[in-house]
Structures are given as C-alpha cells and as structure tokens.
C-alpha cells in the first residue's frame, strides 16, 4: 500500500492527482489497489445517520455510508475510486465514483453516544446541549438529512434499559474535535 490517505489529506490528494480520466477497461476491484481509507475510529462508535449537502459542488462523505469509504487506485491507469460497503443487501462493496471537480466535505461527522442518567447535567453543563433537559423535542430523524455545516445537532433520543443500569443514547452531528471530547466523557462515566 503506497502512502495513506485518510479524511484529512483527501481532498489535497485529489486535487493534485495527476490521473484523472479513466484510460483502461479496468474492472473494480480486480484491477484496483486500495490506497486509502475515510474511517476515522478516534471518537468511537460511528453512526448510521445519513446526510448529504445542498451545496452541488460539494459530496459529503463524513456520515454512513461513506464515512468508512476507501480509495483505490487502478494498478493500470492510475485511475482513482472510492468504495463503500452497501449492507442493504449482502454488504457488497460497490464503488463511488470521483469527480474530480467537487469538494469532498468530511465535517462535521458523528457518532452515537451512550451517557449515564445521573450524569446528565454535568454534560450538558460541559457540552451546552440544551435539547437534552427537553428531549421530547429531539427529532426522531427519518431519512436523510441536509448537513449544516458548523451546526451541532442531536437526534434520535431514547432511554434504553440494560441490565447494568439505564443509559440515555443519542446520536449527534457535530465537528470531529466536540465528538472526541464526548468520546472521551463516555470513557470516563
Ligand atoms: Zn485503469
């Protein structure tokens, strides 16, 4: 594997990557070596929430499916691809076509997170998550949803009862330096 790209180079190895038409019959992934990988595991469990942006010169891939997106390169023409995994069906890898000509935004991303009933207050004393003092009105998040960049928000609350004691769990799009720092409390409840 030659150099990795991740979610933080991508966008610059894109733009200066010298092959940018596909010149070869290249077959996915006969013909492809993988040469990157999206995933970013420093804020634990990933989300399943979907999102795209509005704007159209932009392709979002910091939220599922993408998120864990890798970057292949054909052995022959140099020709790049990402792929992702559509579990819809079989969890068939299937690629994702570049163009080369969009920005490919990473931020903000999101996670799902597990808090303790009786550390409530001292999060969102911490974080400034106000909706969670009034959970009835956190939307239920069908579908996907447009990103707003800069934006945190939260959705999907539920109290869910485990044997070990009730934890409250959302999930929440925000910039990846905030969903570290709430990794990090989850850790320590
Ligand atoms: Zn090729």
């Given at each position: 594997m030659?150099?990795?790209?991740t979610?933080?180079?991508?966008n610059?190895?894109?733009?200066?990557?010298?092959?940018?038409?596909?010149?070869?019959?290249?077959n996915f992934?006969?013909d492809?070596?993988?040469?990157?990988?999206m995933?970013?595991?420093?804020y634990g469990?990933?989300?399943?929430l979907?999102?795209?942006t509005e704007?159209?010169n932009?392709?979002?891939?910091?939220?599922?499916?993408?998120?864990?997106?890798?970057?292949?390169?054909?052995?022959e023409?140099?020709?790049?691809?990402?792929s992702?995994?559509?579990?819809s069906?079989w969890?068939?890898?299937?690629?994702?076509k570049?163009d080369?000509?969009?920005?490919?935004?990473?931020?903000?991303?999101?996670?799902?997170?597990?808090?303790?009933?009786?550390?409530i207050l001292?999060?969102?004393?911490?974080?400034?998550?106000t909706?969670?003092?009034?959970?009835e009105?956190?939307s239920?998040?069908?579908?996907?949803k447009?990103?707003?960049?800069?934006k945190?928000s939260?959705?999907?609350?539920?109290?869910?009862?485990?044997k070990?004691?009730?934890?409250?769990?959302?999930?929440?799009v925000?910039?990846?330096?905030?969903?570290r720092?709430?990794?990090?409390?989850?850790?320590?409840q």
């Open positions: 030659e150099s990795e790209i979610f933080e180079n991508i610059l190895f894109l733009k200066n990557y010298p092959h940018k038409k596909d010149s070869c019959p290249h992934t006969k492809f070596e993988q040469i990157g990988n995933s970013d595991n420093s469990f990933l989300s399943y979907d999102f795209k704007d159209q932009e392709v979002f891939i910091g939220s599922y499916p993408y998120n864990s997106a890798k970057l292949w390169k054909c052995k023409c140099n020709y790049l691809t990402f992702y995994t559509n579990d069906g969890g068939q890898l299937v690629p994702l570049i080369f000509n969009k920005e490919y935004l990473t931020e903000p991303a999101n996670k799902s997170v597990s808090i303790k009933p009786i550390n001292e999060f969102v004393e911490l974080f400034g998550l909706e969670l003092i009034s959970p009105n956190i239920d998040y069908p579908g996907t447009l990103i707003s960049k800069n945190t939260i959705f999907r609350y539920k109290i869910q009862k485990t070990s004691g009730d934890t409250i769990n959302f999930e929440i925000a910039n990846r330096d905030l969903l720092k709430i990794a990090a409390y989850e850790q320590k």
